[in-house]
């Protein structure tokens, strides 16, 4: 069974920064994408960033353009979100997802087929 594991959430005062972390565990898998999602209280699960495992071409909400930061390792297959700045509204369970493919839209959900369980970060003002 294909997992992937989030860590590095947790409370914050705004202001603050984290680093989250995803990596796989379980069954061996390839994918040639990962991204980064969260889902606030009440929300819509939606998407933050992105990055292709080959030549590391991220894409980014608007939203979080110049405090969010998606960066790989890909010895480690482990992809990592830096979160600076955090503000009260970052406020949500963020979740990592692997893709199969490189073509389709990266901002989309449903390209992506392997979820993790989520990492709860909490930004108190």
């Known amino acids: 069974q294909v997992q992937l594991v989030e860590s590095g959430g947790g409370l914050v005062q705004a202001g603050g920064s984290l680093r989250l972390s995803c990596a796989p565990s379980?069954?061996?898998?390839?994918?040639?994408?990962m991204g980064w999602f969260r889902q606030a209280p009440g929300k819509e699960r939606a998407f933050v960033a992105a990055i292709s495992w080959s030549d590391g071409t991220t894409y980014s909400a608007d939203s979080v353009k110049g405090r969010f930061t998606i960066s790989r390792d890909n010895a480690k297959k482990t992809v990592y979100l830096q979160i600076a700045s955090l503000r009260p509204e970052d406020t949500a369970v963020y979740y990592c997802?692997?893709?199969?493919?490189?073509?389709?839209?990266?901002?989309?959900?449903?390209?992506?087929?392997?979820w993790g369980q989520g990492t709860q970060v909490t930004v108190s003002s």
């Open positions: 997802a692997a893709r199969s493919s490189l073509f389709g839209s990266w901002y989309s959900l449903s390209m992506y087929s392997y």
């Open positions: 379980g069954r061996a898998f390839s994918s040639r994408g």
